[in-house]
């Protein structure tokens, strides 16, 4: 009986904690506003006719419940982590459009993406993301703790080239 009602038990924890309060929920829609926002400017920018970006808010609620302890530990809230993320996904937004807008070699090749697609590292000590390129896509493993700007992804970004 105890294994059964530990596991009800962690079940429920992580079922909560993947459940978005409203001060996370506002979290993610001003995150998405933002993104939304500098989408348009980088696909003047660059020339892009589709540049769709989706930030994987599901797997950053798990992420969240999997690091409760750690947010607690560094008085850090739940909003901040997905704030941040829409902050650092908005930047790499944005370093795409600083890249075509400095040289035209990139921009030829920032054209063809269509997709950008965000999720988080697994454990909130993560602080540095990492890019990867699959066919149109450039896939984001978004690190945590510290928010980022632009030109702190020009780099990777182009080291995908």
């Known amino acids: 009986m105890k ?13 909560t904690g993947a459940v ?10 001003a995150a998405d506003a933002k993104v ?3 989408i348009v400017t980088t696909k ?3 020339g892009n006719s589709q540049l769709d970006v989706t930030i994987d808010w599901e ?6 419940a999997e690091n409760e302890t750690t947010l607690k530990e560094k008085r850090y809230q739940e909003q901040w982590v997905l704030s941040h ?4 996904t908005a930047s790499v937004i944005e370093a795409l459009g600083k890249i075509c807008n400095s040289d035209a070699d990139y921009k030829e090749e920032l054209a063809k993406l269509t997709k950008v697609v965000v999720q988080p590292l697994p454990k909130f000590s993560d602080y540095r993301s990492s890019f990867k390129l699959d066919g149109t ?4 493993a978004s690190g945590h703790y510290m928010t980022r700007n632009a030109d702190d992804y020009t780099k990777p970004i182009k080291a995908l080239f």
């Open 59 to 64: 797997k950053f609620n798990i992420m969240i």
């Open 20 to 29: 978005a309060g409203v001060k996370e929920k506002k979290a993610m829609r």
């Open 85 to 88: 993320a829409g902050d650092r």
């Open 137 to 140: 896509t450039i896939q984001v």
């Open 44 to 46: 003047q920018a660059c």
């Open 36 to 38: 939304a926002e500098q």
């Open 3 to 15: 294994p059964t009602l530990i596991t009800a038990i962690v079940l429920a924890k992580l079922s």
